[in-house]
């Protein structure tokens, strides 16, 4: 009996992009799939769409409360002893839930694996047939290798004044790098940690960056395994984009994560 996979997708008026989304879910070769999507009351018809899916559970909100909201509705509703978090605007790359679900059953200390992203324009998703030609160069972002104690490192490097010029996302590694993984990513074992919406609601980005935080201090094990597990489409209405990466409001975010999690750490 297969473990069963909660795939939580939560979408806002992306109709167009989300149907890519859930076809990468539908062709894994992995049968135990719940597929939960949030739609955060979208106005283009996306609800409609996915009431006609037998194979979709779908929750709407009557009103938008934001990515946070609709992430934490989907885990509160999943049932699956692993979860995904997928974007509406990304796609799963084929075999990679039975991958990593098989890590994770061989490997029980271990509670979150993670692998590498493709990032790709709309262009190339929407046109698939690019990647085979001879002037295709993927662009590859390769995750972060786990040969360290992640709790030990994150409370060692809080002890230490905040650098605002680096991402927030280096309070997680030993060295002078940051961690790299990606939503979409990762699968993880069931638990009850939740999105901050505080941070969405103040600025609009780096939920995710607290999320791995809070799972760091709840003494999950990560662990990285090697290979392709998504990809990601980078267009105009990206939050990372639209955020960027050193502006004023995302240093103000990595201020908010890095004082929350002193506090949690008692420092």
């Keep these: ?49 996915l009431k006609a899916l037998p194979n979709v559970e779908a929750i709407y909100f009557p009103e938008h409360r934001g ?28 075999g990679i839930i039975k991958k990593h679900v098989e890590f994770l059953e061989k490997n029980p200390e271990i509670d979150l694996v993670y692998g590498d992203l493709l990032l790709s324009n709309t262009f190339i998703m929407e046109n698939p047939h690019v990647k085979l030609g001879d002037h295709f160069h993927p662009d590859i972002r390769s995750g972060t290798e786990i040969n360290f104690d992640m709790k030990k490192t994150l409370i060692k490097n809080l002890k230490k004044p905040l650098d605002p010029k680096k991402s927030i996302l280096y309070l997680y590694t030993p060295v002078n790098d940051y961690l790299k993984i990606s939503t979409g990513t990762a699968l993880f074992r069931q638990n009850k940690i939740r999105y901050d919406p505080k941070i969405e609601i103040k600025w609009n980005c780096s939920a995710d960056v607290d999320f791995w935080g809070q799972l760091i201090m709840a003494e999950f094990r990560f662990a990285y395994l090697p290979g392709l597990a998504l990809e990601c489409r980078i267009h105009s209405k990206n939050i990372t984009n639209r955020a960027g990466i050193f502006t004023r409001v995302r240093k103000a975010a990595g201020r908010y994560i890095y004082n929350k999690l002193k506090k949690q750490a008692k420092i």
């Design 1 to 49: 009996m297969q473990p069963k996979v909660s795939v939580i997708i939560p979408t806002y008026n992306r109709a167009e992009m989300l149907t890519r989304c859930l076809n990468s879910v539908f062709v894994q070769d992995y049968e135990n799939i719940e597929i939960i999507v949030v739609d955060d009351h979208s106005t283009d018809g996306t609800f409609n769409y």
């Design 67 to 94: 990515q946070c909201s609709a992430r934490n509705a989907g885990l509160d509703h999943a049932t699956g002893v692993y979860i995904l978090m997928l974007d509406d605007d990304d796609a799963l790359l084929p």
